[in-house]
Nanobody, 116 residues
Framework: QVQLVESGGGLVQFGGSLKLSCAVS????????MGWYRQAPTKERELVAR?????????YADSVKGRFTISRDNAKNTAVYLQMNSLKPEDTAVYYC????????WGQGTQVTVSS
């Protein structure tokens, strides 16, 4: 079992920044990858960014490349972060952190709202 708790969402103006944090506990040694998804109203959940823990390699959705940065704490698996810069109204969504150990574990979600 893995438990995840997100924080850091909120309301920000167009062009602003937010940093999301996700505290991870439980069976962290089994984690293969960790990252962030988001879901906007009436849309499907989409991958925003992911880091593979064995290689520390990252991938990003095309829509956030160059604006968002994923990181984790000192090569451990106890936290994952998402620095979001140059935010746009289309970034408005509920953001979920996740880990993958052979199955997905999800946080409760945190709302990010970007006003125009």
């Amino acid at each position: 079992q893995v438990q995840l708790v997100e924080s850091g969402g909120g309301l920000v103006q167009f062009g602003g920044s937010l940093k999301l944090s996700c505290a991870v506990s439980g069976n962290i040694l089994s984690i293969h990858s960790m990252g962030w998804y988001r879901q906007a109203p009436t849309k499907e959940r989409e991958l925003v960014a992911r880091v593979t823990v064995t290689t520390n390699s990252t991938i990003y959705a095309d829509s956030v490349k160059g604006r968002f940065t994923i990181s984790r704490d000192n090569a451990k698996n106890t936290a994952v972060y998402l620095q979001m810069n140059s935010l746009k109204p289309e970034d408005t969504a509920v953001y979920y952190c996740y880990t993958y150990t052979g199955r997905h574990y999800w946080g409760q979600g945190t709302q990010v709202t970007v006003s125009s």
